[in-house]
Each structure stands twice: as structure tokens, then as C-alpha cells.
Nanobody, 125 residues
């Protein structure tokens, strides 16, 4: 069974930086994608960034392209989301997700079977 444990959320100022971490436990050798999603109050959960564990190919939603970077440390079974130039609209609960499926797009929620508990990111102006 795959377990995902996030950390690193918290408050930040606009223009600031945060790094989220997600430790992946169990079944890592059969995961095709690792990703970060977010859900703001009253909105749908949306894909932010994704990475292929096998080859480091990455995917980003347009609004974070150039500001956020997803990366992984395979030795630590950890995936990171480096968030630069934060904006108030980045405020949300951020979730780590893992997929053992090749169906659906990299940032589509339906693709992911495993989810972390979420970590709150709050950006003030």
C-alpha cells in the first residue's frame, strides 16, 4: 500500500518562497507519476505539477509555469514542490498524489489513486 506524507506548508508573503516535501512509502517501484494538486476554498482540486519517477519528465499548469519546480530525490523516496514568487491566489491546501495508472493526463485528478493528507499554504499580500 502506498502512503504519502506531506510537510512544508505554512504562511508566506507574496513574492516569497516555500518548499513542500512528500515522502512516498510502499510500492514505489510501480508508480508511474507523482504529482502535486491543490484545492482552494470553494474550488475544485486542480493539478499543479507532475513528474515521472522513471525519467524526470515534468508537467506544470500554466499559472505556475516558471515559478514552481517539481523535483524528486529517489534515494529518499521524496518528491518536492519548490514554490517561488508566491501569489495570494496560490493559497490552498496542497496534496501529494501518486498514480500507478497510465490513463488520463498527468494533471488530471482521475489518474491518481493515492493521496496525502494535505498541507495548507497561505500567501498574504
Amino acid at each position: 500500500q502506498v502512503q504519502l506524507v506531506e510537510s512544508g506548508g505554512g504562511p508566506a508573503q507574496a513574492g516569497g518562497f516555500l518548499r513542500l516535501s512528500c515522502v512516498v512509502r510502499g510500492g514505489t517501484n510501480r508508480l508511474y507519476y507523482l504529482a502535486w494538486f491543490r484545492q482552494a476554498a470553494g474550488k475544485e482540486r486542480e493539478g499543479v505539477a507532475a513528474i515521472l519517477p522513471s525519467g524526470n519528465r515534468t508537467f506544470y499548469r500554466d499559472s505556475v509555469e516558471g515559478r514552481f519546480i517539481i523535483s524528486q530525490d529517489k534515494a529518499k523516496n521524496t518528491v518536492y514542490l519548490h514554490m517561488n514568487d508566491l501569489r495570494p491566489e496560490d493559497t490552498a491546501i496542497y496534496y501529494c498524489a501518486a498514480a500507478d495508472s497510465t490513463y488520463y493526463g498527468a494533471l488530471q485528478r482521475e489518474k491518481y489513486s493515492y493521496w496525502g493528507q494535505g498541507t495548507q499554504v497561505t500567501v498574504s499580500s
